[in-house]
Antibody, heavy 114, light 107 residues
Framework: EVQLVESGGGLVKPGGSLRLSCAASGFTFNNAWMSWVRQAPGKGLEWVGRIKSKTDGGTTDYAAPVKGRFTISRDDSKNTLYLQMSSLKTDDTAVYYC?????WGQGTLVTVSS | SYELTQAPSVSVSPGQTARITCSGDALPKQYAYWYQQKPGQAPVLVIYKDSERPSGIPERISGSSSGTTVTLTISGVQAEDEADYYCQSADSSGTVVFGGGTKLTVL
């Protein structure tokens, strides 16, 4: 059974940083392209970014609102996906999901507020 | 920036057919994916590559594509189908985009 478990969310002040983790199991993580998707309270889904598998180059792509502030990385030895967020804004407040596209975690809430 | 357009809401009676559309200029060249999301839950993939159904998704849920519009069709709608539905695709550079979502109400 595929499991994706996000962690690391919480309350952070504007301008601050936070790192989210996503522990994966039940599939061959090192072969998977992994994405982060967020959902602001009461709003729709918003793609944050993606990292390809190392065999496909391991490159990253980001949505315009987070480019230059967020960094996606992966540790295939730990089956873990990361999202490093910096220069956080109140607009970044959302539930953050990690996803393979087929499967999703339950999400972790990030609140950016003074 | 590239956008996928969905109607905000669709309402149908139980047993009827619901059709949820998603429009975007790149859809003739990029696959569409559909997600169902119920309140307080993570999204669930219900259609991939325009019309393929993942295992476990009932046959009454189907997808189709025509030109710049893709359609999610739910036949014989049941109360359990009430949810938000999101289309997802990509622009010509591969950047992923979600539609704004359609709230399906079962009357």
């Amino acid at each position: 059974e595929v499991q994706l478990v996000e962690s690391g969310g919480g309350l952070v002040k504007p301008g601050g940083s936070l790192r989210l983790s996503c522990a994966a199991s039940g599939f061959t993580f090192n072969n998977a392209w992994m994405s982060w998707v967020r959902q602001a309270p009461g709003k729709g889904l918003e793609w944050v970014g993606r990292i390809k598998s190392k065999t496909d180059g391991g490159t990253t792509d980001y949505a315009a609102p987070v480019k230059g502030r967020f960094t996606i990385s992966r540790d295939d030895s730990k089956n873990t996906l990361y999202l490093q967020m910096s220069s956080l804004k109140t607009d970044d407040t959302a539930v953050y999901y990690c996803t393979t596209a087929n499967d999703w975690g339950q999400g972790t809430l990030v609140t950016v507020s003074s | 920036s590239y956008e996928l357009t969905q109607a905000p809401s669709v309402s149908v009676s139980p047993g009827q057919t619901a059709r949820i559309t998603c429009s975007g200029d790149a859809l003739p060249k990029q696959y569409a994916y559909w997600y169902q999301q119920k309140p307080g839950q993570a999204p669930v993939l219900v259609i991939y590559k325009d019309s393929e159904r993942p295992s476990g998704i009932p046959e009454r849920i189907s997808g189709s594509s025509s030109g710049t519009t893709v359609t999610l069709t739910i036949s014989g709608v049941q109360a359990e189908d009430e949810a938000d539905y999101y289309c997802q695709s990509a622009d010509s550079s591969g950047t992923v985009v979600f539609g704004g979502g359609t709230k399906l109400t079962v009357l």
